[in-house]
Structure formats: structure tokens, C-alpha cells
């Protein structure tokens, strides 16, 4: 079957821009998380969605980044004014439920985001 | 708050050689603990996870880690390295958080090369 799918995945915008991410989850899955890895560094978690809202935001770094799943499947990550330290890559996962033991996170292949 | 420690930044072998990568935790209760590999420009995929029941865990490709809670260690081991194992690794541990849902925290990874 089809895995989480992220897109696009490259993106290159100006510093103050404003750039949208979005992911599909696997079908079926009501645990969907976006993590952060910058270069050189492992993935570091931002938000948590069970369903349609947002259950741990706390990875956020600041209210520049948001992200929705309106319809507890595709989520959108929108990050405003962009700066050149939001350059990394963004990794979205899914999961059948959030706890154990069949709470493996299944990772997409990320949206490169470069900020010029 | 959980936390996992990748003792090598990098670790080379080569073909037909013992892998060994290294990964100690810190934990404030019985932790869930996992290795994952990214393959360049590919997702993260899980190679296999210790959930509290057998110390010795098996994955996928001939990988196994052992979960030493008297080492707070869970060193990741396979007996004869393959050109395919090429990759980076990293040690994940699941932090429960206030929510009681699970996020992953990631290790800053280890690159493990293999030589002809």
C-alpha cells in the first residue's frame, strides 16, 4: 500500500516568505507528527495530531509555525516569515494510535526547506 | 524528560565485519526504545523496538539490539555488515510527555560506513 506521502520535497523561498508543507498520511491512521531534522542532527518532534486536533503543540519553536488536519487525514504545516534558521528538513509520520503496541511511526521521505 | 546519547558520530567496517553502534538512554520510567535507518534521500524506516518484553530484540536485516537497563544502554548489532547497510542510524526513545501520548526523541545519529 501507499506510505505517507510529503510534498513537495524541495522547497527554496526568501527570508519573510511564507511556505506551506503538507503530507498524507497513511489511510486509516489517526496519529499523524511532524518532526524537524537539521543538518547533521536528528529529527526533533514539533507537533502531534490524534484526529482532526492538535494533542501536544509543544515542539512548536515559536507562533510562526502552525499546523492544521481539518479533516483528520492531510495535515499542512505552514511556517510565516520565514528565516534562514527554519532551513532543515520536515519529516511527517503516521501511526495507526498513538500508544502502544501498535504505535510504530511510519515516516514520509520529508520536504527539504531552504531558506535563501 | 527522556533523552538517548549516540556514542559515535560515525562508525566504519568493513563487508562481512561485526557492526556494532552504540546508544545509552536516560529514562524516568521503563522506556520504549527504537533504532531506525535512513537511507539517503529516503525515509526513515524502523529496523526494530524494545517494548519491555524480551531484552533481546531481533529486526529487520539481521539487526538485533539488547536493552541493558543496568547500562541504560541498547547498543544496535549485526554479526556481518552488507554494502545495503550503508546508511545513517539513529536511536530513538518514546517520551510519553504530559499527554500520555507517545512522541519519539531521537538520537543525533550515527553514519555507519562499509568498505569493500
Known amino acids: 500500500g501507499a506510505g505517507v506521502s510529503q510534498t513537495p520535497s524541495n522547497k527554496v523561498t526568501e527570508k519573510g516568505k511564507y511556505v506551506e508543507l503538507r503530507c498524507d498520511p497513511i489511510s486509516g491512521h489517526t496519529a499523524l507528527y511532524w518532526y524537524r531534522q537539521s543538518l547533521g542532527q536528528g529529527p526533533e518532534f514539533l507537533i502531534y495530531?490524534?484526529?482532526?486536533?492538535?494533542?501536544?503543540d509543544s515542539g512548536l519553536p515559536n507562533d510562526r509555525f502552525f499546523a492544521v488536519r481539518p479533516e483528520g487525514s492531510v495535515s499542512t504545516l505552514k511556517i510565516q516569515r520565514t528565516e534562514r534558521g527554519d532551513s532543515a528538513v520536515y519529516l511527517c509520520?503516521?501511526?495507526?494510535?498513538?500508544?502502544?503496541?501498535?504505535?510504530?511511526?511510519?515516516f514520509g521521505p520529508g520536504t527539504r526547506l531552504t531558506v535563501l | 524528560a527522556q533523552s538517548v546519547t549516540q556514542l559515535d558520530s560515525h562508525v566504519s567496517v568493513s563487508e562481512g565485519t561485526p557492526v556494532l553502534l552504540r546508544c545509552n538512554y536516560s529514562s524516568s520510567y521503563s522506556p520504549s526504545l527504537f533504532w531506525y535507518v535512513q537511507h539517503p534521500n529516503k525515509g526513515l524506516q524502523l529496523l526494530l523496538k524494545y517494548t519491555s518484553a524480551a531484552t533481546l530484540v531481533k529486526g529487520i536485516n539481521g539487526f538485533e539490539a539488547e536493552f541493558k537497563k543496568s547500562e541504560t544502554s541498547f547498543h544496535l548489532t549485526k554479526p556481518s555488515a552488507h554494502m545495503s547497510d550503508a546508511a545513517e542510524y539513529f536511536c530513538v526513545v518514546s517520551d510519553l510527555g504530559d499527554t500520555g501520548f507517545q512522541k519519539l526523541v531521537f538520537g543525533t545519529g550515527t553514519r555507519l560506513l562499509v568498505s569493500p
Open positions: 495530531f490524534q484526529g482532526t486536533g492538535a494533542a501536544d
Open positions: 509520520a503516521s501511526s495507526p494510535t498513538p500508544r502502544p503496541p501498535y504505535n510504530e511511526q511510519f
